[in-house]
């Protein structure tokens, strides 16, 4: 069965930041894209990162400048650097892998940026 672990969600003041973690484990093959997603009540989820395996990387308006996106293919761990967060920030953030033929979502964990 295949897992995903995030980590690194918590309680900031605005202008502060937050590293995010998801943990790929189990019979997962053949990894090609990472992404990190954002959802609040009532919202669409929607894109916030994406990572390729060769590393290049795509991020939504609203982020750029301020969130970068990483992975370690060896650990099939992918991360979420955010700085300068701002309110408009606050959501559940969860991690999705694909591969040729499946996605997969981590469980979500929140993010609050207070003003």
């Known amino acids: 069965q295949v897992q995903l672990v995030e980590s690194g969600g918590g309680l900031v003041q605005a202008g502060g930041s937050l590293r995010l973690s998801c943990a790929a484990s189990?019979?997962?093959?053949?990894?090609?894209?990472l992404g990190w997603y954002r959802q609040t009540p009532g919202k669409q989820r929607e894109l916030v990162a994406t990572?390729?395996?060769?590393?290049?990387?795509n991020y939504t308006d609203s982020v750029k400048g301020r969130f970068t996106i990483s992975r370690d293919n060896a650990k099939n761990t992918v991360y979420l650097q955010m700085n300068s967060l701002k309110p408009e920030d606050t959501a559940v953030y969860y991690c999705?892998?694909?591969?040729?033929?499946?996605?997969?979502w981590g469980q979500g964990t929140q993010v609050t940026v207070s003003s």
């Open positions: 999705r892998v694909m591969t040729a033929f499946s996605s997969y």
């Open positions: 189990g019979s997962i093959f053949s990894i090609y894209n």
């Open positions: 990572i390729s395996r060769g590393g290049n990387t």
